[in-house]
């Protein structure tokens, strides 16, 4: 129940995140400039937390699958961060050709965050599969093991 | 300096909880034996990954905790 809040809450604060729906209301004068900025500038405080925090878990997990993995996290809220500002340039610039080739690089920004992410969740997903399956055979193998003494004895 | 088993558990719990998490594990259960890294052998392994099981658990869940018990009682 607390997994499913928080996935709930994630994905909330993520598509609030996502440049198209901030850009088109934008545009259309139903959100207004401050708004966005300020929006920006939480979601730029909220990324160097994250940054912060994934740095801390990778000291305090170093060496495990997690921590090994984890620049692709970083990379990712890198991303996300990146885009966050490209947005910025998009609401301060006049020109509007800008205005377009920042807001598409902040979308393709933020894809490969998630990408990113989706390859961290991946590797650590099967780094820790293979410890189950490994130890799973170990398991078997060591009653492998006990089966033919008894039957030998 | 551990000895070689104690270093061989670490290494077995490393990609699960990390370098700093297995020092302690291994330290904190060869303690709760009554012995130290310096002085477990093959023979405390069956009560060690008994009880990390139980201190795993809470970590990284009881499906890896028992994975990592296991690989931990195979080094004998």
């Known amino acids: 129940m607390r997994w499913l809040a928080g996935t709930g809450a ?13 850009f088109a209301a934008g545009t259309s004068g139903v959100v207004p400039e401050w708004l966005s900025i300020v929006a920006g500038a939480v979601g730029l405080g909220i990324a160097v937390i994250l940054l912060i925090d994934a740095y801390s878990l990778k000291r305090v997990a170093e060496g495990s699958m997690v921590a090994v993995n984890i620049a692709y996290m970083i990379s990712a809220v890198v991303c996300f961060a990146m885009s966050m500002i490209l947005r910025w340039m998009a609401i301060f610039s006049e020109e509007a050709t800008l205005v377009d080739q920042s807001a598409f690089a902040a979308d393709l920004l933020v894809t490969a965050g998630m990408a990113l992410l989706a390859v961290y969740f991946l590797r650590v997903r099967m780094a ?13 193998a060591s009653l492998d093991g006990d089966e033919s003494k008894d039957s030998d004895g | ?4 088993l104690a270093q061989r558990i670490e290494e077995t719990l490393r990609p699960v909880i990390g370098t700093v998490l297995a020092t302690v594990s291994v330290d904190v259960e060869a303690k709760r034996i009554g012995k130290s890294i310096d002085t477990i052998d093959r ?3 069956p009560a060690i990954a008994q009880n990390l099981v139980d201190a795993l658990r809470l970590v990284v869940g009881q499906e890896l905790a028992q994975a990592a018990s296991t690989k931990v009682r195979n080094l004998a």
Request: aromatic letters at 10%; charged letters at 10%; hydrophobic letters at 60%.
């Open chain 2, 1 to 4: 300096m551990a000895n070689l």
């Open chain 2, 43 to 45: 023979t405390d392994l």
């Open chain 1, 128 to 140: 820790l599969s293979g410890y189950l399956r490994d130890a799973a055979d170990l398991y078997a």
């Open chain 1, 10 to 22: 994630l994905s909330l604060m993520f598509v609030a995140s996502v440049p198209a729906p901030a």
